[in-house]
């Protein structure tokens, strides 16, 4: 069974611009959720998607969003970049939510704004 | 909110020596993960648990709720344990995995 894939795999921006990044969870599985991981903050929780509804959001300016597809792929879009927003963003998917089953992540998208 | 601490920091070990990962949260827990990072960012879910204890292999979890206290043992550490491992607790069922800073591990052969 293929893993979770996430696309891009390395990206720059610059400030000001806005990014997407893409999660193809593991066949069959619901629940995708989105961590950001900085050297200082270590990993934070951004959002989870189960079955295309949002069922928790971290505590992010409303610049970062996301949304779920019917066939479970999800994407994160942040707008507005700033410097700070450099870091490795990773999704994970499982085949019920949360904490209730267990997650598998993708290799992350290292985003890096300049 | 949850806070989660982890002791220690870091760790550096010779190969073959036992391990222990330690892992206190403030909070009453629904779930409680191990999670494995290699360098590079890819990152392994050990366990998840609510009680008692798991084993897979040469890793085992423990996990103590009256304590609000888990820890994570490698027995005959190896150089591929080097990695950095990362306690993560739910509070609820449908609340958000809280992180603690992690741990970096390095066996020395």
């Known amino acids: 069974k293929a893993g979770v894939t996430q696309t891009p795999r390395y990206l720059i921006k610059t400030r000001g611009q806005q990014v997407t990044l893409s999660c193809s969870p593991i066949?069959?599985?619901?629940?995708v959720s989105w961590y950001q991981q900085t050297p200082g903050q270590g990993l934070q929780f951004l959002f989870e998607?189960?079955?295309?509804?949002?069922?928790n959001k971290g505590n992010f300016p409303g610049r970062f969003s996301g949304r779920q597809f019917s066939n479970s792929r999800s994407e994160m879009n942040v707008s507005t970049l700033e410097l700070g927003d450099s870091a490795l963003y990773l999704c994970a998917s499982s085949l019920a939510s949360v904490g209730r089953d267990t997650q598998y992540f993708g290799p992350g998208t290292r985003l890096t704004v300049l | 909110k949850n806070e989660v601490e982890q002791s220690p920091q870091n760790l550096t070990a010779q190969e073959g020596e036992f391990i222990t990962i330690n892992c206190s949260y403030s909070v009453g827990i629904s779930a409680l993960h191990w999670l494995q990072q290699h360098p590079g960012g890819g990152i392994v879910s050990l366990f998840m648990?609510?009680?008692g204890k798991k084993k897979h292999g040469r890793l085992i979890a423990t996990i103590n709720i009256q304590e609000k206290h888990s820890s994570l043992h490698i027995t005959a550490s190896h150089p591929r344990d080097s990695a950095v491992y990362i306690c993560a607790v739910q509070d609820s069922g449908n609340t958000p995995l809280v992180f603690g800073k992690g741990t970096r591990l390095s066996v020395i052969a």
């Open positions: 648990l609510s009680s």
């Open positions: 066949s069959g599985h619901r629940s």
């Open positions: 998607y189960f079955s295309e509804t949002q069922r």
